[in-house]
């Protein structure tokens, strides 16, 4: 079965560094989605992307945070300036038609992030 | 912001008993609802669906139970086994995205 893949598994870095978080999503889904889970919390939505643009965005992803599809195949999540909280797991999802077509997410597995 | 609330954070069940999971919302105007599960160290993986037009849907030992005018969903987990001790989220979808509950950690005692 496809999955979402995501890579780094673990990215450990210095306060007021940047960091690039890389998913594979499935091949055939249009939608992609970041999400960040802090230890023990809930599941936080930071942005969706449909057709090389942001369809919606939180709160959370502030002027920080951007995304990009360098490719045919690769969606990043890029953190220019890392803070102490940023610390989480960061996880990537997909699904094939968004909202309009009630399709699940399909999620990759996650990059535990830590800020030091 | 609550708008998908999970309220008991955990529950324990003896094995080949039912689980039963609640989450209620707020937004009558969410019409898709899912369940997943999470394991430690993984992401959530999908496990049932329901949209409102249904009160239903059911698939293999999960049926996922919805009440609108209560604004309430369930989950039941028939019979139970010790692999599904996990952390179940429900979620909804809005606009453009998908908004999940806190979670309730299952635990299936053999």
Same mark, same amino acid.
């Given at each position: 079965?496809?999955?979402?893949?995501?890579?780094?598994?673990?990215?450990?870095?210095?306060?007021?560094?940047?960091?690039?978080?890389?998913?594979?999503?499935?091949? *055939?889904?249009?939608?992609?989605?970041?999400?960040?889970?802090?230890?023990?919390?809930?599941?936080?939505?930071?942005?969706?992307?449909?057709? *090389?643009?942001?369809?919606?965005?939180?709160?959370?992803?502030?002027?920080?945070?951007?995304?990009?599809?360098?490719?045919?195949?690769?969606?990043?999540?890029?953190?220019?300036?890392?803070?102490?909280?940023?610390?989480?797991?960061?996880?990537?999802?997909? *699904?094939?038609?968004?909202?309009?077509?009630?399709?699940?997410?399909?999620?990759?597995?996650?990059?535990?992030?830590?800020?030091? | 912001?609550?708008?998908?609330?999970?309220?008991?954070?955990?529950?324990?069940?003896?094995?080949?008993?039912?689980?039963?999971?609640?989450?209620?919302?707020?937004?009558?105007?969410?019409?898709?609802?899912?369940?997943?599960?999470?394991?430690?160290?993984?992401?959530?993986?999908?496990?049932?669906?329901?949209?409102?037009?249904?009160?239903?849907?059911?698939?293999?030992?999960?049926?996922?139970?919805?009440?609108?005018?209560?604004?309430?969903?369930?989950?039941?987990?028939?019979?139970?086994?010790?692999?599904?001790?996990?952390?179940?989220?429900?979620?909804?979808?809005?606009?453009?995205?998908?908004?999940?509950?806190?979670?309730?950690?299952?635990?299936?005692?053999?």
């Amino acid at each position: 079965e496809p999955e979402v893949t995501q890579t780094p598994s673990h990215q450990v870095t210095q306060m007021g560094q940047e960091v690039i978080l890389r998913c594979v999503p499935i091949s *055939n889904h249009l939608y992609f989605y970041w999400y960040r889970q802090i230890l023990g919390q809930k599941v936080e939505f930071l942005v969706s992307f449909y057709n *090389n643009e942001i369809s919606e965005k939180s709160e959370i992803f502030d002027d920080q945070f951007s995304v990009e599809r360098p490719d045919g195949s690769n969606f990043t999540l890029k953190i220019r300036s890392t803070k102490l909280e940023d610390s989480a797991m960061y996880f990537c999802a997909s *699904n094939i038609g968004g909202q309009a077509y009630n399709s699940p997410l399909h999620f990759g597995n996650g990059t535990r992030l830590t800020v030091t | 912001d609550q708008q998908v609330k999970q309220n008991s954070p955990s529950l324990s069940v003896q094995e080949g008993r039912i689980s039963i999971l609640n989450c209620d919302y707020t937004n009558s105007m969410f019409d898709y609802f899912l369940w997943y599960k999470k394991y430690p160290a993984e992401g959530p993986t999908f496990l049932i669906s329901i949209s409102s037009i249904k009160d239903k849907n059911e698939d293999g030992r999960f049926t996922v139970f919805l009440n609108k005018s209560a604004k309430h969903l369930s989950l039941h987990i028939v019979p139970s086994q010790p692999g599904d001790s996990a952390v179940y989220f429900c979620a909804t979808s809005g606009t453009y995205k998908y908004i999940f509950g806190t979670g309730t950690r299952l635990k299936v005692l053999a």
